[in-house]
């Protein structure tokens, strides 16, 4: 039988993946931040209230990265 070692949750995103979300904060660097099922994912060109469609365009541990496909 394997074991492994988990490193935290496993992300409810995948690269490609398209979501409708709404912009709830904004990062330091400018972002706007959503979330989906939790898991943070920053979309650039934003801001706090936007309602936008996003594709994921990069997946880390943490965070996703979505760019806007339309508002």
Same mark, same amino acid.
């Given at each position: 039988?394997?074991?492994?070692?988990?490193?935290?949750?496993?992300?409810?995103?995948?690269? *490609? #993946?398209?979501?409708? %979300?709404? =912009?709830?904060? &904004?990062? @330091?660097?400018?972002?706007?931040?959503?979330?989906?099922?939790?898991?943070?994912?920053?979309?650039?060109?934003?801001?706090? *209230? #936007?309602?936008?469609? %996003?594709? =994921?365009?990069? &997946?880390? @541990?943490?965070?996703?990265?979505?760019?806007?496909?339309?508002?």
């Amino acid at each position: 039988m394997e074991y492994r070692e988990r490193r935290g949750p496993i992300s409810p995103v995948n690269v *490609g #993946d398209v979501y409708d %979300v709404k =912009i709830e904060d &904004v990062g @330091r660097e400018g972002d706007g931040i959503a979330r989906v099922e939790g898991f943070v994912v920053f979309v650039p060109n934003t801001k706090k *209230g #936007d309602n936008v469609r %996003v594709r =994921i365009s990069k &997946v880390s @541990r943490r965070v996703g990265f979505g760019e806007v496909i339309s508002e």
